[in-house]
Structure formats: C-alpha cells, structure tokens
C-alpha cells in the first residue's frame, strides 16, 4: 500500500495488490474517503492476499497428483493405505488414485463402473447378490467366490 496527499492535506492509500482494489471498491464513496478506514481494509485485504498465496503453495504438498516421495507416503498413510516396498512413486500414486475412489464410491451399482477395472461387469441379480465378469472370461463369477 502506497500513500499519497489528497485535496486538503489528507492522506489517501493506493492499494498495491489487485484483488484487493476490487473489494475496496465496493465502500461506498463516503467510507472511501476515510483515510483510516481504508488503510485498515487496505491491510486487511493485504493479509488475505499473502494467506491465499500461502494456501496455494500448501495445497501443491497435499495433492496426490503432485506429491513425491515422503508427502507422498504421508498422504497415503493418512488413509490407512502404507506403501508397498519398491513401489515408485508413479506407481503408488497410481494405486492411490484406485483405492480414494472406493472412498468416494457411494455404494450404488450404477456407479460401480466408476470403481472396478477397465472391462470387469458387474450384474445385480435383484437377490441381493451380485455376478462380476472379469474382462475376457468366459463365465461370470458371483462375488465373493474364491475369497476369504
């Protein structure tokens, strides 16, 4: 924020950072002119522009997408999914992405497709039971077979 003389010796704030000039605007002309009143919004809008900044920066440490190495396991051990020796980090980040979208996955068959592998079908057979076709096999097999 810079300061200036304005008309009677007064002193007027110009407001450095754009986001902030678009908010002052909104003080009606009789508040603009109260020289205090604008350098605390001034001040205040300043302090919001650096906390936006600082929350961008953060945001980036806690991506999936952007994340490596010890973030990376960080992020992951903070849903209770640990990685596997010798996974890189393309590789975990990759089984990341697949196991968060059981955690956004709301039950429904509809979406199932959402959630299982390319090629895998599902069939609600109405009993409460469902039949997965694993991709190129030759016969359904009901959930659950072949698991413990």
């Not at 929350?55 to 051990?77: H, K, N, R, T, Y």
């Not at 497709?113 to 096999?137: C, F, I, K, Q, Y």
Request: proline share 5%; aromatic share 6%.
């Amino acid at each position: 924020m810079e300061r200036e003389m304005g008309a009677g010796g007064q002193q007027r704030y110009i407001l450095c950072i754009g986001v902030s000039m678009d908010y002052i605007s909104l003080f009606p002309p009789a508040a603009r002119e109260k020289t205090r009143l604008m350098g605390l919004a001034g001040a205040v809008m300043r302090q919001v522009g650096e906390m936006q900044e600082v929350i961008a920066s953060m945001e980036a440490g806690f991506s999936v997408a952007s994340a490596v190495g010890v973030q990376l396991d960080m992020i992951g051990e903070s849903f209770g999914i640990p990685r596997s020796g010798g996974q890189t980090d393309t590789e975990y980040r990759e089984y990341l992405r697949e196991r968060l979208k059981l955690y956004r996955w709301n039950g429904m068959n509809e979406d199932a497709e959402n959630v299982t592998p390319e090629g895998v079908r599902l069939n609600d057979n109405g009993d409460g039971s469902v039949t997965v076709t694993p991709a190129g096999a030759a016969a359904p097999v009901p959930a659950g077979v072949g698991r413990r």
